[in-house]
């Protein structure tokens, strides 16, 4: 094991400062009885005059990178936090509508009102979610069931499959783009995708069946619009600035929904996760883009962001994962392997190695234990570093060590679990005993003799699908991604991405319990009060699963985004989500009927 204490090099990144008039949570500002009052209301309404329940209202100042949303009530009706003076573009859009754009001139003197008329779209289709694409597909036979599930367990774990389905192609065509896609990782590099190049031609004939040029229209059903509790939110969104990239904005930023969805990375920082420290300022990941940065931090009281270079060698680190324990420390992992300690009020860090024998590759995703012991995933298992000793102890999967490694979250018992993604598998870990267990994520409803054929079955045992690697996989599989643990509870949580499903495991029985969720939930973060929350990848929501009623509320981000990650500030209130293809953090804060209604007094 080695370690080195390593000065951070500044990176001189200042954006302009919030439109919020200070960096304190909203919630301190419109307390019934007292507080400033809202800087700007209104109404969103459809051409025939009814009123517009969840739509989204979004403001962001001239030469700002924040913008700040809301969403109207039931009666369309719209509530801004207070905003600092100046000239905003102001814009309400929702799913079915065209984009109302306004400019208001906010004065900090009076309020500014403005009503919003939104007209329906004639195409819907660039601003559908992956959810309401996937739904539309037909699965009337066992073929139709069969390939759909090929299609979505293969081609929609690295991206969603707006961009491919909004376009038609003959079968060529498509045999094109699957020849393309079974090269191609989200990298940029190239690798061999075994399932997507056998299944080459039946996907080509499978999707000009469903988007050719000649294919009856697919029938969309809309997703219901946010009410009630998820709709009493607001939402501030930080831009991290690219300059030094090739474009200094994405390409499609996501903030007009009918200019469709952004694609995976063109012109993006990758933002990957993020985690505010005690103070309330974000501080992020970068995972790939432009190598001109490590991790940068979100100053939320200003709306800056300061880049810093993390150095191996004469390269900068990039980074995946970052957490935070319970003294305030933050910890991430430096890629290939480091774990990072970073202090972030004296933003200083330390970089720590683990012994070559310890598996291989990033640690992609962190997580601390009560004890304070930081757990990353790695090749063939999990690492744990004890900060206090410097010392590192290794854990390897029980079966098919060979299959990517991807979540890691420590339980209240200080119990280390990691998810096998392409295996089904979640593995637990007693650091007490060294002994781990399987947990084989398979939800009841799943029948695999309808999504397979005997065929189908042969070639995946030939092959070993599901015991290597971390792209190959079946039509019937659940794809776990990054878990997450109730610390004052005996559960641990499993997002099984392309199974739409949320796993329960009791930490002490290993029982598992499975609940259904509207999407693709990537990350599972547990709150102080053991709620649940789950960022659904490729449909730009939140959703959060109250275990106690063990029902769903969903939450509508304010711009389209592909997101791997959710943290909860428990100090705040506060729920934060990366963008990883618009280089964007997103932070959603709660707001009662009472605050909003004394916003609007």
């Not at 090269?183 to 056998?198: D, E, L």
């Not at 428990?570 to 953090?585: H, L, Y």
């Given at each position: 094991?080695?370690?080195?204490?390593?000065?951070?090099?500044?990176?001189?990144?200042?954006?302009?400062?919030?439109?919020?008039?200070?960096?304190?949570?909203?919630?301190?500002?419109?307390?019934?009885?007292?507080?400033?009052?809202?800087?700007?209301?209104?109404?969103?309404?459809?051409?025939?005059?009814?009123?517009?329940?969840?739509?989204?209202?979004?403001?962001?100042?001239?030469?700002?990178?924040?913008?700040?949303?809301?969403?109207?009530?039931?009666?369309?009706?719209?509530?801004?936090?207070?905003?600092?003076?100046?000239?905003?573009?102001?814009?309400?859009?929702?799913?079915?509508?065209?984009?109302?754009?306004?400019?208001?001139?906010?004065?900090?003197?009076?309020?500014?009102?403005?009503?919003?008329?939104?007209?329906?779209?004639?195409?819907?289709?660039?601003?559908?979610?992956?959810?309401?694409?996937?739904?539309?597909?037909?699965?009337?036979?066992?073929?139709?069931?069969?390939?759909?599930?090929?299609?979505?367990?293969?081609?929609?774990?690295?991206?969603?499959?707006?961009?491919?389905?909004?376009?038609?192609?003959?079968?060529?065509?498509?045999?094109?783009?699957?020849?393309?896609?079974?090269?191609?990782?989200?990298?940029?590099?190239?690798?061999?995708?075994?399932?997507?190049?056998?299944?080459?031609?039946?996907?080509?004939?499978?999707?000009?069946?469903?988007?050719?040029?000649?294919?009856?229209?697919?029938?969309?059903?809309?997703?219901?619009?946010?009410?009630?509790?998820?709709?009493?939110?607001?939402?501030?969104?930080?831009?991290?600035?690219?300059?030094?990239?090739?474009?200094?904005?994405?390409?499609?930023?996501?903030?007009?929904?009918s200019a469709g969805w952004p694609t995976a990375s063109m012109g993006a920082r990758w933002v990957h996760d993020v985690v505010a420290d005690n103070d309330g300022n974000a501080w992020g990941t970068r995972d790939r883009g432009p190598a001109d940065m490590s991790l940068?931090?979100?100053?939320?009281?200003?709306?800056?962001?300061?880049?810093?270079?993390?150095?191996?060698?004469?390269?900068?680190?990039?980074?995946?994962?970052?957490?935070?324990?319970?003294?305030?420390?933050?910890?991430?992992?430096?890629?290939?392997?480091?774990?990072?300690?970073?202090?972030?009020?004296?933003?200083?860090?330390?970089?720590?190695?683990?012994?070559?024998?310890?598996?291989?590759?990033?640690?992609?995703?962190?997580?601390?234990?009560?004890?304070?012991?930081?757990?990353?995933?790695?090749?063939?298992?999990?690492?744990?570093?004890?900060?206090?000793?410097?010392?590192?102890?290794?854990?390897?999967?029980?079966?098919?060590?060979?299959?990517?490694?991807?979540?890691?979250?420590?339980?209240?018992?200080?119990?280390?679990?990691?998810?096998?993604?392409?295996?089904?598998?979640?593995?637990?870990?007693?650091?007490?005993?060294?002994?781990?267990?399987?947990?084989?994520?398979?939800?009841?409803?799943?029948?695999?003799?309808?999504?397979?054929?005997?065929?189908?079955?042969?070639?995946?045992?030939?092959?070993?699908?599901?015991?290597?690697?971390?792209?190959?996989?079946?039509?019937?599989?659940?794809?776990?991604?990054?878990?997450?643990?109730?610390?004052?509870?005996?559960?641990?949580?499993?997002?099984?991405?392309?199974?739409?499903?949320?796993?329960?495991?009791?930490?002490?029985?290993?029982?598992?319990?499975?609940?259904?969720?509207?999407?693709?939930?990537?990350?599972?973060?547990?709150?102080?009060?053991?709620?649940?929350?789950?960022?659904?990848?490729?449909?730009?929501?939140?959703?959060?699963?109250?275990?106690?009623?063990?029902?769903?509320?969903?939450?509508?981000?304010?711009?389209?985004?592909?997101?791997?990650?959710?943290?909860?500030?428990?100090?705040?209130?506060?729920?934060?989500?990366?963008?990883?293809n618009t280089s964007r953090v997103i932070r959603m804060h709660p707001r009662t009927a009472a605050e909003i209604e004394a916003l609007a007094r």
């Amino acid at each position: 094991m080695t370690h080195a204490r390593v000065g951070m090099l500044l990176l001189a990144v200042a954006l302009a400062s919030s439109p919020l008039r200070s960096g304190a949570a909203p919630e301190a500002r419109g307390q019934a009885g007292a507080g400033p009052a809202s800087s700007l209301i209104g109404v969103a309404q459809a051409a025939g005059g009814a009123a517009l329940g969840g739509v989204v209202v979004s403001a962001r100042a001239a030469g700002s990178n924040v913008t700040t949303s809301v969403l109207t009530d039931d009666r369309g009706e719209y509530v801004f936090p207070p905003l600092d003076g100046g000239q905003y573009d102001v814009w309400a859009q929702a799913t079915g509508y065209q984009t109302a754009r306004a400019t208001v001139a906010i004065d900090g003197a009076r309020r500014a009102r403005q009503a919003f008329t939104l007209n329906t779209l004639d195409d819907v289709t660039p601003q559908l979610n992956a959810s309401e694409w996937l739904a539309a597909m037909p699965e009337d036979t066992k073929e139709q069931r069969r390939m759909k599930a090929i299609f979505r367990t293969n081609c929609t774990a690295c991206h969603g499959p707006t961009h491919a389905l909004q376009n038609r192609f003959d079968e060529n065509g498509w045999r094109a783009m699957v020849m393309f896609m079974e090269r191609m990782t989200g990298t940029g590099g190239i690798n061999r995708h075994t399932t997507v190049a056998h299944y080459r031609d039946e996907l080509a004939g499978y999707l000009a069946s469903v988007r050719g040029p000649s294919s009856p229209p697919l029938k969309f059903a809309l997703q219901p619009r946010p009410a009630g509790e998820a709709a009493r939110v607001v939402f501030t969104e930080y831009d991290i600035p690219l300059a030094g990239s090739r474009t200094e904005r994405a390409w499609i930023d996501g903030s007009d929904w009918s200019a469709g969805w952004p694609t995976a990375s063109m012109g993006a920082r990758w933002v990957h996760d993020v985690v505010a420290d005690n103070d309330g300022n974000a501080w992020g990941t970068r995972d790939r883009g432009p190598a001109d940065m490590s991790l940068f931090k979100v100053d939320t009281k200003t709306g800056q962001v300061t880049g810093y270079i993390i150095r191996n060698g004469k390269d900068i680190r990039r980074s995946h994962s970052i957490t935070k324990d319970r003294n305030g420390i933050i910890w991430f992992d430096g890629g290939n392997g480091p774990l990072g300690r970073l202090d972030p009020r004296t933003e200083t860090f330390e970089m720590f190695t683990p012994p070559l024998n310890m598996g291989r590759g990033q640690l992609t995703t962190v997580d601390v234990d009560p004890q304070g012991k930081v757990w990353g995933a790695t090749e063939g298992g999990a690492n744990r570093f004890d900060p206090e000793t410097k010392t590192w102890t290794h854990f390897e999967s029980p079966t098919w060590s060979r299959n990517f490694v991807y979540g890691t979250a420590t339980d209240a018992e200080g119990n280390g679990w990691w998810t096998q993604y392409t295996a089904d598998k979640v593995v637990k870990a007693d650091p007490r005993t060294g002994r781990t267990w399987d947990v084989v994520m398979r939800p009841p409803w799943v029948n695999k003799d309808d999504l397979t054929t005997p065929a189908d079955r042969e070639w995946y045992a030939s092959m070993g699908v599901m015991t290597w690697g971390n792209i190959n996989t079946v039509p019937y599989g659940q794809q776990p991604r990054r878990m997450g643990a109730d610390k004052r509870g005996t559960f641990v949580w499993v997002p099984n991405n392309v199974g739409n499903n949320v796993a329960r495991i009791d930490i002490h029985s290993l029982d598992v319990k499975y609940y259904r969720v509207e999407g693709n939930p990537y990350f599972v973060t547990v709150d102080k009060d053991s709620n649940v929350w789950t960022n659904l990848f490729s449909d730009a929501k939140v959703g959060r699963l109250n275990p106690r009623t063990e029902q769903w509320t969903y939450y509508t981000l304010p711009s389209r985004c592909e997101s791997r990650n959710i943290s909860v500030d428990d100090i705040r209130g506060d729920v934060w989500v990366p963008c990883a293809n618009t280089s964007r953090v997103i932070r959603m804060h709660p707001r009662t009927a009472a605050e909003i209604e004394a916003l609007a007094r």
